[in-house]
């Protein structure tokens, strides 16, 4: 099976195969492309981990830890206290899980919400530092599962001032006390992906 850049993915036949030769499909299929929102390229030597950004909600939600952090701060200005609750969550972190919140090597995921569960098929870039649609690149070599019965929670959650996608955002239940939801960013629909639209009005259906 060979990875595919945009052609392929634009091209629900070609997903869809791909799916296929994973062992993730059924009858009524949703496909749909995600970007990473945590991404920023390679600049980050490690892969797994959460942002500055969501590392200053939970430090929030553990006690006020983050006092005047703000979403946006760079990953320096965390304090000791909200680093030790982020080393603690990235310690519990599977190896699907670190994919899932990778933020140095996959731009975004193309996915497949079936019945019992989700398929994952990581995508990376050429290099690029913001994460676009347009230069994604599938990994199918580390394409991944997650039941259902693995969540905590599932949801669309709204993106601050972005009308246009939806955080697709998962808990996993391992991960202890801390609520992280992945910073996986889902286009209502994109020019560049025929299928994206009427697949997302599906997924609404279903979360």
Same mark, same amino acid.
């Given at each position: 099976?060979?990875? @595919? /850049?945009?052609?392929?993915? #634009?091209?629900? $036949?070609?997903?869809? =195969?791909? +799916? ?53 701060? @760079? /990953?320096?200005?965390?304090? #000791?206290?909200? $680093?030790?609750?982020? =080393?603690? +969550? ?118």
């Amino acid at each position: 099976m060979e990875n @595919v /850049a945009i052609e392929g993915i #634009s091209n629900l $036949q070609v997903v869809t =195969n791909m +799916f296929t030769q994973l062992g993730c499909v059924e009858a009524d299929n949703c496909i749909l492309v995600t970007t990473n929102r945590d991404f920023v390229g390679g600049s980050v030597p490690n892969a797994g981990g959460i942002m500055t950004t969501n590392a200053a909600v939970v430090g929030a939600k553990k006690g006020g830890l983050v006092g005047g952090l703000v979403a946006g701060a @760079v /990953a320096g200005a965390v304090n #000791s206290a909200v $680093q030790e609750q982020v =080393n603690e +969550f990235n310690s519990k972190l599977d190896n699907r899980q670190q994919i899932a919140f990778d933020r140095s090597t996959y731009a975004g995921f193309l996915i497949n919400v079936i019945s019992t569960g989700i398929g994952v098929i990581p995508c990376r870039n050429s290099g690029q530092i913001v994460p676009k649609v347009k230069d994604l690149i599938t990994d199918i070599e580390h394409y991944f599962f997650i039941g259902y019965n693995e969540l905590e929670d599932k949801q669309l959650k709204k993106l601050p001032l972005n009308f246009s996608s939806m955080q697709f955002a998962m808990c996993f239940k391992n991960t202890g006390d801390l609520k992280v939801y992945t910073p996986w960013q889902l286009p209502k629909k994109h020019k560049l992906i025929p299928y994206q639209e009427a697949n997302f009005n599906k997924l609404t259906s279903r979360f």
